[in-house]
């Protein structure tokens, strides 16, 4: 009877303790990720990632296609020169008319993005008779609330901030590509300089001062809208261009639940 109580006196020390080391894991971990939400993405000290929920909003019937956010966007960040390099790049979309007859309500869709629109388009072949509509769409990561690319990642360098940013960790990035061909938006690159993957971080050591991302800042029509649901403004343009518009998300049928919002989107863009 000694023995047993003995015994259970042991087994109960000793799970009380594994059960106070789980504790303190779970809570070095907790502190690791806040920590690498505060050192990694450049944030500056102080800033409380809980505090906030950025979103980032386009009215497709605003951009021009002018290419200045693209440029802005590489110079703020330092994304390396060459088409195939982008953060944030635009399209654009040529709905030709439908062939006489066909019985169909739009022709073939054809889609470009020389340079990643940097230098802008040029003029379209396609005849302005054969042309049913054309529009620009702008693009860079749909932050999504449930993204692949934070599951696939096997060092857990890819991570949700609580404010809504998508972001990646480029000290434990080991460049293995998966969160890239995970990607269904093609949002992601590998750097051919740092040798990790790269995406768009809303500019995050901007946002995390009070700036606006370089591209909204550049934006001359202001077809890229950003705000802070959490802390909305006076006049704010986020809750202006939601109550005003009926927004989308770009392929809602996969699941992701992007946070990146489009005004006047058409069907055809993917």
């Known amino acids: 009877m000694k023995h047993e109580l003995s015994r259970r006196r042991v087994l109960g020390t000793l799970g009380g303790a594994l059960a106070g080391l789980f504790s303190l894991s779970a809570a070095r971990t907790a502190k690791a990720v806040v920590?690498?939400?505060?050192?990694?993405?450049?944030?500056?000290?102080?800033?409380?990632?809980?505090?906030?929920?950025?979103?980032?909003c386009f009215d497709v019937d605003r951009c021009i296609g002018c290419g200045l956010?693209?440029?802005?966007?590489?110079?703020?960040?330092?994304?390396?020169?060459?088409?195939?390099?982008?953060?944030?790049?635009i399209e654009r979309y040529i709905i030709k008319k439908p062939k006489p007859g066909s019985g169909a309500a739009r022709g073939e869709v054809l889609v470009d993005s020389p340079n990643g629109g940097r230098?802008?388009?040029?003029?379209?072949?396609?005849?302005?008779?054969?042309?049913?509509?054309?529009?620009?769409v702008p693009k860079l990561c749909n932050l999504c609330e449930h993204s692949p690319c934070t599951q696939v990642c096997?060092?857990?360098?890819?991570?949700?901030?609580?404010?809504?940013?998508?972001?990646?960790?480029?000290?434990?990035?080991?460049?293995c590509g998966f969160c890239i061909q995970a990607c269904p938006y093609g949002c992601r690159f590998l750097n051919p300089e740092t040798k990790t993957a790269e995406k768009c971080t809303?500019?995050?050591?901007?946002?995390t001062r009070g700036l606006k991302p370089a591209c909204v800042e550049i934006c001359p029509t202001e077809a890229r809208i950003f705000?802070?649901?959490?802390?909305?403004?006076?006049?704010?343009?986020?809750?202006?261009?939601?109550?005003?518009?009926?927004?989308?998300?770009?392929?809602?049928?996969?699941?992701?639940?992007?946070?990146?919002?489009?005004?006047?989107?058409?069907?055809?863009?993917?």
């Open 154 to 175: 096997p060092v857990g360098a890819t991570f949700d901030s609580p404010d809504g940013a998508v972001l990646v960790d480029p000290k434990y990035c080991i460049g």
């Open 202 to 207: 809303l500019c995050y050591h901007r946002i």
């Open 35 to 56: 920590k690498k939400v505060f050192v990694s993405t450049s944030a500056p000290k102080g800033y409380d990632p809980t505090q906030h929920k950025w979103l980032m």
């Open 119 to 136: 230098d802008g388009f040029p003029s379209t072949t396609v005849p302005r008779e054969e042309i049913l509509k054309s529009f620009f």
């Open 227 to 270: 705000g802070d649901l959490k802390n909305p403004v006076e006049n704010d343009p986020i809750q202006t261009f939601i109550n005003k518009n009926k927004v989308h998300t770009i392929k809602p049928h996969l699941g992701t639940d992007p946070r990146t919002l489009y005004a006047n989107l058409d069907k055809e863009v993917r």
């Open 69 to 89: 956010c693209v440029e802005a966007c590489k110079t703020e960040n330092h994304v390396p020169q060459g088409p195939t390099y982008c953060r944030t790049w």
